[in-house]
């Protein structure tokens, strides 16, 4: 057993990083200035989108973003049941009704071909969630959205460095929200982006960020700025910080070389699995793209093992490995049980998911000899707890 625990994450900050850092400290302007203005330029020349809001984190985001598109009392939107609480939350927070659609059994992905019977005059718009990093196949969610006038909103919260046919996450027709979680494939601390096409939105989503001041109402405080300034609507408190921005300049060069990382330990575990029963193992969408393995998400097959998930990550911690869960399908939380209830066996896949998924250690600073360590511990686990 190794002697020092290993977390399913850490993030990778190195020094250039801390320097950016203590550069914004020294020099007095630590809130919204010309870094998160920096990093929103680099970010969006990322990924290929004309317009993007730099935040507080993904989860506003995605309430400035609805609010923007004027959700009403009673719209609905299509989304995924496997999801963090946020995805679902903030459709009902600006009155709208989220409806769940089951998931892919093997990409844990929004099942496209489930979408068109849910879908009424009242829909909206419709939420995939890029799982674990494996982008959703979006072309046939664009010809749905042609087809009865919605907008696509991608929950790119993991998806940072995601391609699809050849194109980055963030630079197609939709509205993409991208989040900065220290447990994201690259981190600010907290954050998020909206990227977008649509320049109108990016500046409705601008104004609400702030108070509802315009867009670069931080040049207010600068040289050649004026204190002067207008409220243009009731806005909120979302900005992102100059601190935070000074870490996410210096992660985003690293992003490719951070997923070339995840992508190695991701494959050692799939061939090092391969051969055990009681794992069903991440799996491949069949068209082109790049995954981000912002996890590693595997099923435990607890109908084979006489623990059920939960004790197999106990199990696991006694051996100095840690695990996450991503994620209980978002109605098997109470809240969710009670005020968003679902028919029996409606969505059999997230259901099975949500009771056996769990996610092993994946991040950069991972070494090969702590991949060994995942595999066997989870292997003696599994060994001795067969029926």
Not at 300 to 311: A, Y
Request: glycine share 6%; hydrophobic share 40%; aromatic share 8%.
């Amino acid at each position: 057993m190794r002697q020092e625990f290993l977390p399913f994450s850490t993030p990778t900050i190195g020094d250039d990083e801390i320097a950016e850092v203590v550069d914004s400290l020294k020099s007095g302007w630590i809130t919204t200035g010309p870094k998160v203005k920096r990093f929103e330029e680099e970010f969006k020349a990322y990924v290929g989108s004309p317009f993007a809001v730099p935040l507080s984190s993904a989860t506003a985001g995605l309430h400035l973003t609805l609010l923007a598109l004027k959700i009403q009392p009673g719209d609905e939107i299509i989304t995924t049941p496997m999801t963090f609480a946020s995805t679902v939350s903030m459709i009902i927070l600006c009155g709208g009704k989220p409806v769940l659609v089951d998931i892919e059994p093997g990409t844990l992905n929004l099942d496209i071909s489930k979408i068109r019977e849910k879908i009424t005059p009242r829909t909206r718009a419709i939420i995939p969630v890029h799982f674990a990093g494996q982008s959703c196949d979006m072309d046939p969610l664009f010809a749905l959205a042609r087809e009865f006038g919605l907008t696509i909103i991608e929950d790119a919260a993991h998806a940072a460095g995601t391609e699809y046919k050849g194109k980055r996450i963030g630079s197609l027709e939709t509205i993409s929200i991208f989040s900065f979680h220290p447990n994201k494939n690259i981190t600010t601390g907290e954050g998020g982006m909206v990227c977008t096409r649509d320049e109108s939105l990016a500046e409705e989503v601008s104004l609400l960020k702030f108070h509802g001041m315009s867009r670069e109402a931080w040049k207010r405080f600068a040289a050649s700025g004026t204190p002067n300034y207008d409220i243009m609507l009731p806005g909120y408190k979302y900005n992102m910080m100059d601190i935070q921005a000074a870490i996410g300049i210096h992660q985003l060069p690293k992003l490719d070389q951070f997923i070339a990382r995840r992508t190695a330990i991701a494959e050692y575990y799939n061939h090092a699995f391969a051969d055990v029963p009681e794992l069903a193992l991440p799996a491949y969408a069949p068209y082109e793209q790049r995954h981000a393995w912002h996890l590693y998400t595997p099923l435990v097959r607890i109908e084979q093992l006489r623990i059920d998930r939960d004790q197999f990550m106990n199990e696991l911690k006694k051996l100095n490995i840690g695990s996450g869960l991503h994620y209980k399908a978002i109605h098997h939380h109470a809240w969710y049980r009670e005020n968003l209830p679902q028919e029996a066996a409606s969505l059999p896949n997230a259901d099975y998911a949500s009771d056996r998924i769990l996610s092993l250690p994946l991040f950069p600073k991972m070494g090969d000899d702590d991949a060994r360590d995942v595999v066997e511990a989870v292997k003696t686990v599994i060994a001795g707890n067969r029926k």
